[in-house]
């Protein structure tokens, strides 16, 4: 797959091989006002261009629920925007993925947003990626204990509970068995984390939803 390059300045990348619809317009457009209230205009263009970077490497890629995939990053953004996180984390927001689902690397990223931005999606990969290599480990308090060393950045933390807290918002396209998993997992590990870093909004979200799966 061949992704625009972001660092262009001629035009926008991604404009030629993607169309946005309108459902998806109406998100990016919803997360750039909520932007306007906190944020630079010209945060406002980076987190737009990072949309439509995002929007071109994951074209063609579905969420269970059938919709394009672009929009779960966008949903985690808008998470973070109602926080008021600072720019450089609601563009690694609308990237996180792009790592792990698609062909883009962390060296395209750094080259069109930052090292700043690829460092962040990269740590948020990682956490995605984190396995076990004993029960001991396994056990949630040590997972979170990992974690939270494991992190240089808390930002990378932040954009992974709005992601989880976003995957729990839509679980309901997902069989039952990889519900209770996924639920289970956010109940043991992701809401004591976001009730630890003061999330209170977000642990409580969390956990209405980990018990409704």
């Known amino acids: 797959m061949s992704v625009s390059d972001p660092s262009s300045s001629?035009?926008?990348?991604?404009?030629?091989?993607?169309?946005p619809s309108r459902p998806e317009r109406f998100l990016v457009s919803d997360l750039c006002a909520m932007l306007e209230r906190y944020l630079e205009p010209e945060d406002i263009k980076k987190v737009y261009r990072a949309y439509l970077f995002g929007a071109d490497a994951h074209n063609g890629q579905l969420r269970a629920?059938?919709?394009?995939?672009?929009?779960h990053p966008l949903s985690v953004a808008r998470v973070l925007a109602e926080m008021h996180m600072d720019r450089d984390s609601i563009v690694a927001a609308i990237l996180h993925d792009v790592i792990e689902d698609t062909e883009v690397g962390r060296e395209q990223i750094a080259l069109g947003f930052g090292e700043e931005v690829a460092?962040?999606?990269?740590?948020?990969?990682?956490?995605?990626h984190l396995s076990f290599e004993s029960k001991e480990e396994a056990q949630a308090a040590n997972f979170r204990k990992m974690i939270l060393a494991m992190v240089s950045d808390l930002r990378v933390i932040l954009v992974k509970l709005a992601d989880r807290l976003h995957n729990?918002?839509?679980?309901?396209?997902?069989?039952?068995?990889?519900?209770?998993r996924i639920a289970r997992e956010t109940l043991d590990i992701y809401a004591p984390i976001a009730q630890r870093l003061g999330m209170r909004r977000i642990r409580r979200e969390l956990e209405r939803l980990g018990f409704e799966a």
């Open 10 to 19: 001629s035009k926008p990348p991604g404009t030629e091989a993607f169309k």
């Open 65 to 71: 629920s059938g919709e394009p995939y672009i929009y």
């Open 119 to 128: 460092a962040l999606v990269d740590g948020v990969s990682k956490l995605t």
């Open 168 to 180: 729990m918002r839509t679980l309901g396209a997902l069989r039952s068995e990889k519900r209770r």
